[in-house]
């Protein structure tokens, strides 16, 4: 599966050569050198633009911060993917973890601020609070994206662009995925992700759009908090509170969440009574829970593309380029047990 930003630029690594050439000679003989001469000019110029782009690539010094990178496997190939590609395309990476802490996260942005970064990606911890830092960067007159996860609304205007996954859709397209599953009367309950958390939020309104128009009820809604261990215990609770026959699924955050939700159900036999529909998932390990059939259905989200394609649009914004699309969105295909065979997620 080819990798696509659906609303934006593909980027691709520049190579540079030396071309060198000469010519001499009379009448139709000098008017070939001429054109040879034009030709190699007209190649040299683009290679020495080629040779400007790589320039301006690994002259480049791009900040970012994340948001926890230890949390959870799609957070750590994330950070792993950004080091290895700046390092590839020649980039001088400043790459810092807050760890989940957004006033740690607030500090290290005015750490990247002093450091007079060409660029600098935020990846927000949370979404409110981001915003002071954002207008932070946007004051110093450096270039700001987001990343993975979106800015409040009151910050967008001081960054260029947000790249990576529509969270929204994300959710959007795996309610729907669970309205053609289990019909439109089903009864569920929801682990969301952190309190304050844009990604969760917007998932959790990517669910109220999937269902919108069908009889499809919400029992309970309680936070992971981003932690599989505490959503095992969320779903062990709801397991508690509502017998067999009373919920039809569980609709969690993403696929660490599943996992701790299956490990719960499956504790309680109960596999085959309750279903689970992750939102978003970034793990390649999760292409086999959904094989096996213990998630039914997820959004599929690569680390690999989110953090190639944030870095190749930093550099163009570093070198002073204005982005096509505010939003740039990477793809996200919903996979179940039926197509995840069919949509090439090695490649991711």
Request: aromatic share 6%; with cysteine; proline share 3%.
């Amino acid at each position: 599966m080819k990798k696509k930003l659906l609303a934006m630029i593909s980027a691709a690594l520049v190579a540079s050569m030396l071309i060198t050439g000469c010519g001499g000679g009379s009448g139709s003989d000098d008017a070939a050198a001429t054109d040879d001469a034009a030709a190699t000019e007209d190649s040299a110029s683009d290679d020495a633009a080629a040779s400007d782009d790589g320039a301006a690539s690994g002259d480049a010094k791009i900040g970012m911060v994340v948001n926890y990178s230890g949390q959870d496997p799609y957070q750590t190939s994330y950070y792993d993917t950004m080091v290895s590609y700046a390092k590839e395309k020649g980039v001088d990476l400043q790459i810092l973890d807050p760890k989940g802490d957004a006033t740690t996260q607030a500090n290290q942005i005015q750490d990247l601020i002093n450091m007079k970064c060409d660029c600098i990606i935020v990846w927000p911890v949370n979404g409110e609070t981001a915003v002071a830092s954002v207008r932070a960067i946007n004051k110093a007159g450096i270039p700001c994206m987001t990343a993975n996860t979106n800015v409040a609304e009151a910050g967008e205007e001081f960054i260029k662009c947000y790249v990576g996954p529509s969270n929204v859709e994300e959710g959007k397209q795996t309610a729907q995925e669970m309205v053609k599953q289990l019909g439109e009367d089903a009864k569920i309950v929801e682990i969301s992700g952190p309190a304050g958390y844009t990604t969760s939020l917007e998932r959790t309104q990517g669910l109220k759009e999937g269902i919108e128009g069908t009889n499809v009820e919400i029992l309970d809604t309680q936070t992971g908090e981003g932690n599989r261990e505490k959503a095992q215990q969320v779903m062990e609770n709801y397991l508690v509170k509502y017998a067999a026959g009373e919920i039809d699924a569980v609709y969690t955050f993403d696929d660490n969440a599943a996992y701790g939700a299956w490990n719960a159900i499956e504790a309680a036999g109960r596999q085959d009574d309750v279903k689970i529909f992750a939102a978003a998932s970034g793990s390649y390990e999760t292409m086999q829970y959904v094989k096996d059939g213990k998630i039914a259905a997820t959004a599929m989200q690569s680390p690999h593309f989110d953090a190639q394609e944030a870095l190749d649009m930093a550099v163009s914004l570093a070198a002073g380029e204005e982005p096509a699309e505010f939003y740039n969105y990477i793809e996200t295909p919903v996979a179940t047990q039926e197509n995840v065979d069919s949509l090439g997620l090695e490649e991711w």
